[in-house]
């Protein structure tokens, strides 16, 4: 069952208590509308894909010194894709390398964080024999959202449009697997939200 992150279980808290400022109010808006984007591609998952396939949600892993955070894992037999959830809206456009949202250019590459989780996943399994091909899949849940990509980049890129087509086309892998032990061994688990939380601090 999917979590939130540890981030906005934080600052829900805060929230609730008013006790945010004006740039946290911001990081908490955007993390809860991606956190609904991550519930509605599950809701998609449930109902596209057979409950007993191996999926698991919000796993951040620690490897080596790095931490990365995966919003969805699907294995089918060969291949682990990796999928990165976006819950935004305008128009996005990839070319030259770069990224445009309503042809204004965006700070970061949405790609990097993905490509660079692929890979440390890749690794990971490499070194605990798990011999399966690593691929990741960036998803635009919004309806909102245009996308065009111009550039060749090793990502599958799904508009909203396209990403119940391509759930019905996975061949998905059935049971637990040493993929997903592996995975296990390096997960950081997600702590729990209580309701009787204790008083907000500050680390400095």
């Known amino acids: 069952?999917?979590?939130?992150?540890?981030?906005?279980?934080?600052?829900?808290?805060?929230?609730?208590?008013?006790?945010?400022?004006?740039e946290e109010v911001k990081e908490y808006q955007k993390l809860s509308k991606g956190?609904?984007?991550e519930v509605?591609?599950?809701?998609?998952?449930?109902?596209?894909?057979?409950?007993e396939m191996s999926i698991l949600d919000d796993i951040t892993l620690f490897w080596?010194?790095?931490?990365?955070?995966?919003?969805?894992?699907?294995?089918?037999?060969?291949?682990?894709?990796?999928?990165?959830?976006?819950?935004y809206y305008g128009n996005y456009r990839y070319e030259n390398h770069c990224w445009t949202v309503n042809e204004n250019i965006l700070s970061n590459n949405i790609y990097e964080q993905l490509l660079r989780t692929v890979h440390i996943t890749q690794q990971l399994f490499s070194q605990n024999g798990v011999k399966k091909t690593v691929k990741g899949v960036l998803a635009f849940?919004?309806?909102?959202?245009?996308?065009?990509?111009?550039?060749?980049v090793d990502v599958?890129?799904?508009?909203?449009?396209?990403?119940?087509?391509?759930?019905?086309?996975?061949?998905v892998e059935f049971g637990s697997s040493l993929w997903q032990d592996v995975i296990k061994n390096y997960?950081?688990?997600?702590?729990?939200?209580?309701?009787?939380?204790?008083?907000?601090?500050y680390i400095k």
């Open 1 to 22: 069952m999917r979590q939130e992150s540890h981030d906005l279980q934080y600052l829900e808290v805060l929230f609730d208590r008013n006790g945010l400022t004006s």
């Open 35 to 37: 956190y609904q984007g």
């Open 40 to 51: 509605e591609f599950d809701k998609l998952c449930q109902y596209f894909l057979n409950e």
């Open 64 to 87: 080596n010194k790095n931490v990365t955070q995966i919003d969805k894992i699907i294995a089918s037999e060969k291949v682990i894709y990796i999928i990165d959830i976006k819950n």
């Open 141 to 152: 849940i919004n309806p909102s959202s245009q996308i065009e990509i111009v550039d060749t």
């Open 156 to 171: 599958l890129t799904l508009s909203s449009m396209q990403i119940s087509q391509w759930l019905m086309t996975l061949q």
């Open 187 to 201: 997960h950081i688990p997600s702590f729990f939200k209580f309701s009787c939380f204790f008083k907000p601090f």
